[in-house]
């Protein structure tokens, strides 16, 4: 099957990186794969592939070769797939609309939420003209959803090896492997800063792993990095350049806390079965704090009353805009306290996950019997 999918780069890496995912699965799955993205300079950062330069090129990923053409109102000679995704409402060009047909299967693919009402939209017809079949698509944490976006082959690898890779990939010395490792790659916040003291209180030689980032770029502007020097002088931070995709999920898989942000971070920090804190895009009227609660009612079924209450409250209260620093660091020193019990909720959390498929194995079952076709 040919699958084409457009993609506009909205939230920095996120959107492109939720794209590829979903491109190397079902590649693997042997279909030929045709991606329509502007920015290319940020998917060259994923995928060192790409030439941010070209038009079109094709870019060879693990045996398989991806098309890759630079966004633009037309493409000359341009067929639609069998079926053509629509990342997040990214607003295909009419040209390319005006040579769907009725065997082509238009899906809108919508962003990740937990709320209860996306699996009454999950799968709903789009009426468009002339009879073209959209559907509306939710990527979601229940089996009524379309699942979350994971490659088929991660594992959870065994953490000691992870990091030996990991300090290998980054030049790290390997004498940090015993160090508790944390990963920081969120928005721009105040809150980051306290909830690092925090955890260095309870872990003075932790290993801050800070890859190219706004969060890392607001920690350096603001001086943080001096001024954790002096409060803890056995800490180590580790800046580096924005790694390949695969490279960035073995660095999830290997530490002991991850503060991430955006959907595709996300996914793979709760895969791996450790502790995290979801730094949720801000939307307007707190709209953020209803989705981040849903995701929390769900997540917090595997934790005991105790443990649920102080995972919620460290992670809403990092997510409020407005926080006392009092109050968020009480918080964050109970869910530190709190560490292994939420070690073992997050491990059942990542199992529960596995076991609903992932999007591209939902997405092509979708197809399938819509065109009646053998999956």
């Known amino acids: 099957m040919n699958i084409d999918i457009f993609c506009r780069v909205i939230d920095n890496y ?9 491109a190397k699965e079902l590649m693997l799955s042997d279909h030929s794969v045709t991606i329509i993205s502007d920015h290319l300079e940020v998917f060259a950062k994923i995928f060192h592939e790409v030439n941010p330069s070209k038009n079109f090129q094709i870019c060879c990923f693990n045996g398989k070769n991806l098309k890759l053409y630079r966004w633009q109102d037309q493409i000359e000679n341009y067929m639609p797939g069998d079926m053509v995704i629509e990342a997040f409402a990214c607003n295909i060009p009419e040209s390319f609309i005006e040579k769907f047909t009725d065997k082509t299967i238009w899906i809108n693919l919508e962003y990740l939420s937990a709320e209860d009402w996306i699996e009454g939209c999950h799968k709903l017809p789009s009426l ?14 229940t089996s009524g959803t379309g699942g979350i976006n994971f490659n088929s082959n991660t594992l959870k690898l065994d953490k000691k090896e992870l990091r030996h890779h ?19 790659f969120c928005y721009e916040t105040p809150n980051i800063k306290t909830v690092i003291e925090c955890v260095l209180k309870h872990h003075p030689e932790t290993l801050l792993l800070l890859p190219e980032s706004r969060s890392t770029d607001y920690l350096k502007n603001t001086g943080f990095f001096e001024e954790l020097k002096n409060e803890f002088p056995h800490a180590v931070c580790h800046e580096y350049p924005m ?24 996914c793979q920090a709760m895969l791996y079965g450790t502790p995290f804190i979801w730094h949720i895009y801000e939307q307007d009227n707190n709209a953020h704090l209803e989705k981040l609660e849903a995701m929390l009612d769900r997540f917090c079924k595997f934790a005991t009353d105790e443990t649920a209450s ?17 109050i968020l660091c009480a918080n964050f020193n109970e869910f530190m306290l709190e560490y292994d019990k939420i ?8 199992d529960y996950l596995y076991a609903n498929n992932n999007l591209s194995t939902n997405l092509l079952k979708f197809y399938y019997d819509l065109t009646e076709r053998k999956f």
């Open 14 to 22: 996120g959107d492109i990186g939720v794209c590829w995912r979903l």
């Open 128 to 141: 468009q003209n002339r009879g073209l079949k959209k559907f509306f698509f939710f990527p979601g944490f």
């Open 166 to 184: 990991v300090c290998r990939q980054l030049g790290l010395n390997q004498t940090l492997s015993d160090r508790f490792w944390f990963f920081i």
């Open 243 to 266: 790694v390949e995709q695969s490279e960035f999920d073995k660095i999830l898989g290997s530490t002991d806390l991850n503060l991430v942000r955006g959907e595709d971070s996300i």
């Open 310 to 326: 102080v995972i919620r409250k460290a992670m809403v209260k990092f997510n409020e805009k407005i926080t006392s620093q009092d």
């Open 343 to 350: 070690c073992e909720a997050a491990e059942k959390w990542s």
